[in-house]
């Protein structure tokens, strides 16, 4: 009876020892399926962002390749307007008359005219006979080009921009080369009077701008040709991806907008 009254206290503290250990156990899984679920958390943290990472690399590349694609495009609409500008004025290169790519802007298009074809007095803005006789000519042919169905819709604007040479102030130099250019204008829009479909598209692309002695035309050696500054130039620029973007979103909701009731009815 002694032996089996003095084996309780040990059988009890065997029982605690285990019921210790059974716990330590538990809380050891339960700490190890809590790491566990929480490195599988960020894994998947790490998967989403890898995702949205690679979603993002992929939208950034594509906008590049249209962007590429856009200017690609742009270059080669430039290129196409100057060449058939080149063929449409020349008849006129003899005369001094030069279609260029404007070396500022990479969309714009220079049609250059000397002064000896639109000799204006000197601080005069009324276009004498010689010059009134050029444009008859030159007019036609210059808005036959850009309202072509081929390039109508790649031209944003087309300025007349009057230019002189450095002699006098920007007080008389500015005026006078603004209402020459406007001159140019009045009387360009006059030769295309008989014509009012082309009238009316040339009239759209048309705006006047005076420079007075602002751009200079310059020798190789940097010095001023007073002969060669005092011109006209008619500055084509092309639309940019923008305005394209912009005219076709216009375009596709005007033609996707449901029609209005024609009967009067509202």
Known sequence: ???????????????????????????????????????????????????????????????????????QQTRATRQNILVALQQALDVFVAQGVKAEADPRDPLGLLVLVPEGLLEFAVNGDTIPPGGLAFLRHFTPKLAATICAETFRDEINTMVIEGHTDSSGSDAINLPLSQARSMAVVQESLAVLQPEPVLRSCFLTFLAASGRGSSEPFRDSAGKEDKARSRRVVF????????????QEALTSSMTTAPGRPTDGSR
């Open 1 to 71: 009876m002694r032996e089996g009254v003095m084996a309780a206290p040990h059988e009890a503290h065997e029982g605690l020892s285990s019921s210790l250990t059974d716990l330590m156990t538990s809380l050891a899984v339960i700490f190890i399926l809590l790491l566990v679920a929480s490195h599988n958390n960020k894994q998947r943290q790490v998967n989403l962002s890898q995702q949205q990472l690679d979603e993002t690399r992929v939208q950034f590349e594509g906008a590049q390749r249209e962007l590429l694609q856009a200017q």
């Open 235 to 246: 500055k084509i620029r092309v639309r940019s991806l923008e305005q394209r973007q912009l």
